[in-house]
């Protein structure tokens, strides 16, 4: 490989400069006509086959996988077989996702009314690879049935501890990336048996 490897781009996307294959004999001289396949890992190759051109290369574009990491294009002609590796970063921030106890929170949520509630929140690429999280906030429809008590966050993970006050429903918009995550909470009364989603 003699141009366009070890290039890096957000996954799903295809890579600006085209890679280039160069096959050449013992003694240096360019070897036109020689019939090149690639493979990729974690990446798709287009054309996934040709022939090498007078100058004894072929060129192929790069579209990276889904997988948040590391991609691979094999070259094979005859029985000599080359390698190059790009890396594969998360795409752009596609969705929110608040968790409480493990369990992802799919729109509502039960807390337990005598306790302090942690969310976990993330961020996600449209491929579900984790992406940085920014701007955390959170906000409460009616404060009376639960407020924030602090939020904190680092490069790839936040935290909104929620303190329940009384029982009723109300809404939380979790805030991040320009984007929002609404949940329904319920907080039963203290007496009022029952699962709770985060407890």
């Known amino acids: 490989f003699v141009a366009g490897g070890r290039q890096s781009g957000p996954a799903g996307t295809r890579l600006p400069r085209a890679l280039v294959f160069e096959a050449r004999d013992s003694a240096g001289a360019a070897l036109g006509g020689q019939a090149v396949t690639f493979t990729g890992i974690n990446a798709r190759i287009e054309p996934g086959s040709l022939a090498t051109d007078v100058e004894g290369r072929a060129r192929v574009g790069v579209t990276l996988g889904e997988r948040a990491g590391s991609a691979t294009v094999l070259a094979v002609v005859g029985v000599v077989e080359k390698q190059v590796a790009f890396n594969v970063s998360a795409g752009a921030v596609a969705q929110l996702v608040v968790a409480c106890g493990g369990t992802d929170l799919a729109g509502r949520v039960v ?89």
């Open 111 to 199: 807390l337990r009314p005598d306790t302090v509630a942690v969310l976990r929140v993330t961020a996600h690429d449209a491929y579900g690879n984790p992406a940085p999280l920014a701007g955390l906030r959170a906000a409460v429809a009616d404060a009376r049935i639960f407020r924030v008590l602090r939020i904190a966050e680092d490069s790839v993970t936040g935290t909104v501890a929620l303190k329940p006050d009384q029982a009723g429903t109300t809404s939380l918009a979790v805030i991040a990336n320009g984007m929002r995550q609404y949940l329904t909470v319920t907080v039963p009364p203290r007496a009022a048996p029952g699962k709770t989603d985060c407890p």
